[in-house]
């Protein structure tokens, strides 16, 4: 079993070191990560300049290996040109903070395991529900028990099976690894918060962009409902955008 890991708070962040200490024995493990904290970078790619791959000394990131790009770079160039073999898993986190509902068009956490499913291999993104880092340990025993729960499936997937991409929310709680899970869908957020603005010492305007919006869908069954219910969500996703429902109304209105 080969497990390649990221992230999208950078390869320094306690949470992709606790991911990879509770991955031990799993797996042969290699970890590419941002250099940076890529928070908020959802799927980029950078493509306007070259990427730089640097090898990490030193506990507790020995033998990391970090990039001087995105999420999304660290997984495509780790799958086309850095790792010797694909790997059979690709693994994302422990994020600060939920990645619930609209989150996940946004989040570079999601978008690294993302780009492991877009390459035909299962992938998992692991975010804590709070910001802080509380209860780690418990949430990186809950992010093993979901990798052992899916391992036999992983290590006996015949080549050009589909691929499955699930992300997993885990409530900053010291008993989290005891939690029962539920699976889930996406609930919806509010619109963010407005943007605050503010002047700058040089007396210019700057803007920065204001927090999330709290949940709106958030009914049974959602994403946002099982973690406020004491739950590890988790929620298998997809990334087709098409409406597909509301094809047939556009074929009429537009005659296509
Ligand atoms: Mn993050």
């Given at each position: 079993?080969?497990?390649?890991?990221?992230?999208?708070?950078?390869?320094l962040?306690?949470?992709?070191?606790?991911?990879v200490?509770?991955?031990?024995?799993l797996?042969?493990?290699?970890?590419?990560?941002?250099?940076?904290?890529a928070?908020?970078t959802?799927?980029?790619?950078?493509l306007?300049r070259?990427?730089?791959?640097?090898?990490a000394?030193?506990?507790?990131?020995?033998?990391?290996?970090?990039?001087?790009?995105?999420?999304?770079?660290?997984?495509?160039?780790?799958?086309?040109?850095?790792?010797?073999?694909?790997?059979?898993l690709?693994?994302?986190?422990?994020?600060?903070?939920?990645?619930?509902?609209?989150?996940?068009?946004?989040?570079?956490?999601?978008?690294?395991?993302?780009?492991?499913?877009l390459?035909?291999?299962?992938?998992?993104?692991?975010?804590?529900?709070?910001?802080?880092?509380?209860?780690l340990?418990?949430?990186?025993r809950?992010?093993?028990?979901?990798v052992?729960?899916?391992?036999?499936?992983?290590?006996?997937?015949?080549?050009?099976?589909?691929?499955?991409?699930?992300?997993?929310?885990?409530?900053?709680?010291?008993?989290?690894?005891?939690?029962?899970?539920?699976?889930?869908?996406?609930?919806?957020?509010?619109?963010?918060?407005?943007?605050?603005r503010q002047?700058?010492p040089?007396?210019?305007p700057?803007?920065?962009?204001?927090?999330?919006?709290?949940?709106?869908?958030?009914?049974?069954g959602?994403?946002?409902?099982?973690?406020?219910?004491?739950?590890v969500?988790?929620?298998?996703?997809?990334?087709?955008l098409?409406?597909?429902?509301?094809?047939?109304?556009?074929?009429?209105?537009?005659?296509?």
């Amino acid at each position: 079993m080969r497990i390649l890991i990221a992230n999208d708070d950078g390869y320094l962040a306690p949470g992709i070191a606790a991911l990879v200490q509770a991955c031990q024995g799993l797996g042969e493990i290699d970890v590419i990560a941002p250099e940076q904290n890529a928070s908020g970078t959802s799927n980029s790619l950078t493509l306007n300049r070259p990427l730089s791959v640097h090898e990490a000394r030193g506990e507790p990131v020995n033998g990391f290996r970090f990039v001087t790009g995105t999420p999304s770079d660290s997984v495509h160039i780790a799958l086309t040109g850095l790792l010797p073999q694909r790997p059979d898993l690709v693994l994302s986190g422990i994020n600060q903070g939920a990645n619930m509902g609209d989150d996940t068009l946004y989040s570079g956490t999601v978008a690294a395991a993302m780009e492991g499913y877009l390459f035909g291999i299962p992938a998992i993104a692991f975010s804590q529900t709070e910001k802080g880092w509380a209860h780690l340990d418990a949430a990186a025993r809950t992010a093993r028990r979901v990798v052992e729960s899916v391992l036999a499936s992983v290590a006996q997937r015949a080549p050009g099976q589909p691929a499955w991409l699930l992300n997993v929310n885990i409530p900053n709680r010291p008993d989290a690894d005891q939690l029962p899970w539920a699976v889930t869908r996406l609930g919806r957020r509010h619109a963010s918060e407005p943007v605050i603005r503010q002047i700058s010492p040089r007396g210019e305007p700057v803007y920065w962009i204001g927090p999330a919006g709290d949940a709106r869908e958030a009914g049974e069954g959602t994403d946002f409902h099982a973690v406020a219910h004491g739950q590890v969500s988790i929620t298998p996703l997809q990334v087709d955008l098409t409406d597909h429902a509301a094809l047939p109304d556009w074929r009429t209105r537009l005659g296509g």
